[in-house]
């Protein structure tokens, strides 16, 4: 064959679309317990790297308005809302905060007083940075 006869241009494939409802049943068949995000993916036809997008792109929280629009009343991700517990005996009850990090076999520990918190807090951001 002749290099020169190769004709370059568009193969013939297009991109494919699919509906946001296909979308969504197969982001809820991977989220199952046990699922394997690789066989849902073989057994739709799809490319794996392909779902695994839009299974991270379904549980960010710019897009769990839109997912939660494909399928109301499905729950999906884990809130990221600040919840309050109560502490036995209220925080009269704490001595100090205690702050442990380990790399390796070494191992650091800060402690706090419990009236210091947001310094504490403030230090951990900055240092985790």
Do not use: H
């Amino acid at each position: 064959m002749n290099t020169t006869d190769v004709k370059l241009g568009r193969s013939g494939r297009s991109r494919r679309r699919y509906s946001d409802d296909f979308k969504a049943q197969v982001i809820e068949a991977c989220q199952q317990p046990g699922v394997s995000m690789a066989s849902v993916a073989l057994a739709n036809g799809l490319n794996a790297n392909l779902l695994r997008r839009w299974v991270v792109e379904a549980e960010s929280p710019e897009s769990r308005s839109t997912v939660r629009e494909i399928q109301p009343g499905i729950k999906r991700g884990v809130s990221s809302e600040f919840v309050q517990l109560p502490i036995a005996g209220g925080l009269s009850s704490l001595s100090d905060i205690r702050v442990e990090i380990w790399n390796g076999n070494n191992t650091i520990a800060v402690t706090w007083p419990v009236s210091e918190a947001a310094a504490c807090g403030a230090w951990l951001s900055e240092w985790l940075r």
